[in-house]
């Protein structure tokens, strides 16, 4: 166990660093100041994460050059109005797709509600953040919020729950656009959300991930599914249980044992 510790932690230092970010996605959200703009493209930005790596960055760059110099403002000027709701930003996530994400986000940013001491929503934070740090629970909140302004839930927003017949997803990239706002490391995550700490984190679980940490054998469960993510972040707690989800800087850097 020793012996595992110590390689991940080596795989941490080598990959947590300013060269990681120019070919990760998380270079996006490093390009703005603004707290609504970082949040909204890190949302974005993860949702089409997934595939061929350089696609995922000539696509996530032609997206946000849509969105003009502030992303908040594309969004709240409805400007994705005009969007062809047939054309590809990536994969399988249309102009339709990009059109629901901005009119959610604007229905939330637009809306008062009460959260503590707070009474406005200058940040996607308040609606994530919950008195149990449960950050399953703001999951499930934020998808609920953005079908509730599109009359309708997304396939690009996985549902976290769990209740019987449904596993829960993993939910993977939302997991890794909560680890860029939260987790603050100085270098790769840029930690701009206060309220949960990187303890609260869960480890976004790719195939990938999923592969390595069984060879590895952190996990037994064959579903990459919410459990199995839960049952990963607990083990890897046990290698730093206040900053458990660093791991997934060495993670997806291992090559996969046959």
């Not at 230092?13 to 060269?19: G, L, S």
């Not at 890190?42 to 595939?51: H, R």
């Not at 839960?230 to 989800?245: A, G, I, N």
Request: aromatic residues 10%; hydrophobic residues 40%; contains cysteine.
């Amino acid at each position: 166990m020793n012996n595992l510790k110590e390689y991940l932690e080596e795989l941490v230092a080598k990959n947590n660093t300013e060269a990681f970010i120019k070919d990760d996605p998380v270079q996006f959200p490093h390009r703005y100041s603004d707290k609504r703009d970082i949040e909204i493209v890190s949302f974005l930005v993860a949702t089409i994460a997934w595939g061929n790596r350089k696609m995922i960055l000539n696509n996530a760059n032609k997206m946000l050059e849509i969105m003009g110099k502030s992303p908040y403002d594309y969004v709240m000027s409805g400007g994705w109005e005009k969007l062809d709701a047939d054309k590809c930003v990536h994969r399988t996530f249309f102009g339709r797709d990009l059109q629901y994400y901005c009119k959610g986000l604007k229905a939330i940013y637009e809306v008062p509600r009460s959260y503590g001491a707070r009474n406005d929503r200058s940040s996607l934070e308040d609606i994530f953040y919950n008195e149990e740090h449960d950050v399953w629970r703001g999951i499930q909140n934020f998808r609920d919020l953005m079908a509730e302004a599109n009359g309708e839930t997304s396939k690009h927003i996985s549902n976290p729950c769990c209740e019987a017949p449904m596993k829960g997803s993993a939910c993977k990239r939302l997991h890794m656009a909560l680890r860029w706002l939260v987790r603050n490391d100085g270098i790769v995550d840029l930690g701009i959300w206060k309220k949960f700490n990187s303890k609260d984190l869960m480890i976004p679980l790719d195939v990938h991930v999923a592969r390595v940490s069984r060879d590895l054998g952190l996990i037994e469960r064959k579903s990459n599914d919410r459990m199995a993510v839960e049952m990963l972040t607990s083990r890897l707690r046990v290698f730093d249980k206040e900053d458990p989800v660093k791991y997934d800087f060495a993670l997806f850097g291992v090559e996969v044992m046959e």
